[in-house]
């Protein structure tokens, strides 16, 4: 939670799924559906930095449908939620159909409010804010 126009900037790249680009030891970056972070040793990072080529210690391509899961899951956690017309066109699946169980449960429970194609957490939806998000994950 924060106060209104005092949100953290470098924490609203995650939270609106931007694209990111860490450098250095276990700094991890993610550019359109791919995810890795550096090694985790300083050994390793400084002796593989001179050839240019830093070992990863993870690498994970996700898959369209993981992906829109992902941004469902932070979208929601924020006070401004998200456009599932939106989303559905950057992962060319129709994110209204593949969630219509999960959306009507929460809206019918008064969790979730939708005005057109936005969706957000209500005041009561942001304490179960976790639990809730998990629905949208593979």
Same mark, same amino acid.
């Given at each position: 939670?924060?106060?209104?126009?005092?949100?953290?900037? =470098?924490?609203?790249?995650?939270?609106?799924?931007?694209?990111?680009?860490?450098?250095?030891?276990?700094?991890?970056?993610?550019?359109?559906?791919?995810?890795?972070?550096?090694?985790?040793?300083?050994? &390793?990072?400084?002796?593989?930095?001179?050839?240019?080529?830093?070992?990863?210690?993870?690498?994970?391509?996700?898959?369209?449908? *993981? *992906?829109?899961?992902?941004?469902?899951?932070?979208?929601?956690?924020? &006070?401004?939620?998200?456009?599932?017309?939106?989303?559905?066109?950057?992962?060319?699946?129709?994110?209204?159909?593949?969630?219509?169980?999960?959306?009507?449960?929460?809206?019918?429970?008064?969790?979730?409010?939708? =005005?057109?194609?936005?969706?957000?957490?209500?005041?009561?939806?942001?304490?179960?804010?976790?639990?809730?998000?998990?629905?949208?994950?593979?």
């Amino acid at each position: 939670f924060a106060l209104r126009n005092k949100q953290c900037q =470098h924490n609203q790249k995650y939270w609106s799924n931007s694209a990111t680009l860490g450098f250095g030891v276990s700094a991890s970056s993610y550019i359109g559906g791919v995810r890795w972070t550096n090694t985790l040793a300083l050994n &390793d990072y400084l002796t593989s930095a001179s050839s240019r080529r830093v070992p990863l210690e993870i690498f994970e391509e996700l898959p369209p449908r *993981a *992906a829109l899961g992902e941004e469902m899951m932070l979208g929601l956690r924020t &006070d401004k939620g998200l456009d599932l017309d939106l989303v559905s066109e950057k992962y060319g699946l129709d994110a209204k159909s593949i969630f219509s169980k999960e959306l009507r449960e929460f809206e019918r429970l008064k969790l979730l409010s939708r =005005h057109g194609p936005k969706i957000k957490l209500t005041r009561q939806g942001f304490f179960l804010a976790d639990s809730l998000c998990a629905e949208f994950l593979e």
